[in-house]
């Protein structure tokens, strides 16, 4: 089973779409959280930090079920702007674990 | 958040000859972390790279094939040795930032291509 895995997109979805992206984890003890985004040719950038208590930047809301051992992260309002691949990434110590990345594109 | 100057962008390298890599960061870091990125692939942690000691390498991963430099707080290099058409990829440096619950910040990336 692999530490990090993703809905396997590609996710294509006209501009103004609600898009939600999943991701579960393996390492139960794992501490922290992130979403983050990757444009094509260019490093990753954080988008996110996720919490237990879930939590909302703009038009992007980020949860956590630590229960079940899943992160989520909710897109409102698609903008074009938003095609992107998007990484779930699970942070153990100082190590961090990478999910294959979900691949989103936002159409006219 | 720490600022990442990473070279060179990209090249293109023949078999059997070495890249190095540089990192250089605006600021004090412990640690910083190198990752693969293959075509089409996530991330994954080459090694660790620790002042004053010697680099902390993932399994499946060798000092003899990726020698990494750590002379002080700010600088790393990486040497991707003996290239083969495999070791075609992306490699980004990184360190833990102080944004977003020490996340990490990626370097620009160095986009490699044996042939």
């Known amino acids: 089973r692999k530490e990090v895995e993703q809905d396997p997109g590609p996710f294509n979805v006209p501009e103004g779409a609600t898009v939600a992206f999943n991701c579960t984890y393996s390492?139960?003890?794992?501490?922290?959280f992130f979403w983050y985004r990757q444009d094509c040719r260019k490093e990753p950038k954080l988008l996110m930090s996720v919490y237990s208590s879930g939590n909302e930047d703009g038009r992007f809301t980020a949860q956590l079920n630590r229960a079940s051992q899943y992160i989520s992260l909710l897109i409102r309002d698609s903008k074009l702007s938003d095609s992107a691949t998007y990484l779930c990434?699970?942070?153990?110590?100082?190590?961090?674990?990478f999910g294959a990345g979900t691949r989103l594109t936002v159409k006219p | 958040s720490a600022v990442i100057s990473q070279k060179p962008s990209r090249d293109i390298c023949q078999r059997g000859t070495s890249l190095t890599i540089q990192c250089q960061v605006d600021s004090q870091v412990t640690m910083m972390f190198w990752y693969r990125q293959q075509p089409g692939q996530s991330l994954t942690l080459i090694a660790t790279a620790n002042q004053g000691s010697e680099a902390t390498y993932e399994s499946g991963f060798v000092i003899d094939k990726f020698p990494i430099s750590r002379p002080n707080l700010t600088f790393s290099t990486l040497t991707v040795s003996n290239l083969s058409p495999e070791d075609s990829s992306i490699y980004l440096c990184?360190?833990?930032?102080?944004?977003?619950?020490?996340?990490?910040?990626f370097g620009s990336g160095t986009r490699l291509t044996v042939v």
């Open positions: 990434v699970v942070k153990d110590n100082n190590d961090m674990r």
């Open positions: 990184s360190v833990s930032s102080w944004v977003g619950d020490y996340g990490y910040t």
């Open positions: 390492n139960s003890a794992s501490q922290s």
